[in-house]
C-alpha cells in the first residue's frame, strides 16, 4: 500500500553532515506523520525525529539543534538534514510512515539505511 524508499546514507567524518532522503509511492494520500528511527547494534530502537502532515517537528533531545526534519508533500518525501555529526550518531536509519485509511491506522518502514560518523 505504501512503500519507503531511504538514499543518502553513509560514512561521514566527525562534524560532518549528511542529508537522508525518504521518497513514498503508493497511497501517499493516506500518509500522515512521517518520521525517522535509529538503530545502533546492541542498542535500542529509538525515535530521531517525527513531522506531522502539516510540518511540525518534533525531535530527541540528542539531536536538538543539529538535525532538521522536513517534508515536501508534492513529492511524497521526507528529509533528514544531520549536521554536526557524533560518532554516536552511528546507526541505520530507518524511515516511518503513519497512514490513517479507514479507520485504521498503519506503520510503514523504509528497508534502513547505514549512518557511519568516524574519523
Known amino acids: 500500500q505504501v512503500q519507503l524508499v531511504e538514499s543518502g546514507g553513509g560514512l561521514v567524518q566527525p562534524g560532518g553532515s549528511l542529508r537522508l532522503s525518504c521518497a513514498a509511492s503508493?497511497?501517499?494520500?493516506?500518509?500522515?506523520?512521517m518520521g525517522w528511527y535509529r538503530q545502533a547494534p546492541g542498542k535500542e530502537r529509538e525515535l530521531v525525529a517525527v513531522?506531522?502532515?502539516?510540518?511540525?517537528?518534533n525531535y530527541a533531545d540528542s539531536v536538538k539543534g543539529r538535525f532538521t526534519i522536513s517534508r515536501d508533500n508534492a513529492k511524497s518525501t521526507v528529509y533528514l538534514q544531520m549536521n554536526s555529526l557524533k560518532p554516536e550518531d552511528t546507526a541505520v536509519y530507518y524511515c516511518?510512515?503513519?497512514?490513517?485509511?479507514?479507520?485504521?491506522?498503519?506503520?510503514?518502514w523504509g528497508q534502513g539505511t547505514q549512518v557511519t560518523v568516524s574519523s
Open positions: 503508493g497511497r501517499t494520500i493516506s500518509i500522515n506523520d
Open positions: 516511518t510512515a503513519r497512514t490513517f485509511y479507514a479507520l485504521r491506522s498503519r506503520d510503514y
Open positions: 513531522i506531522t502532515s502539516g510540518g511540525y517537528p
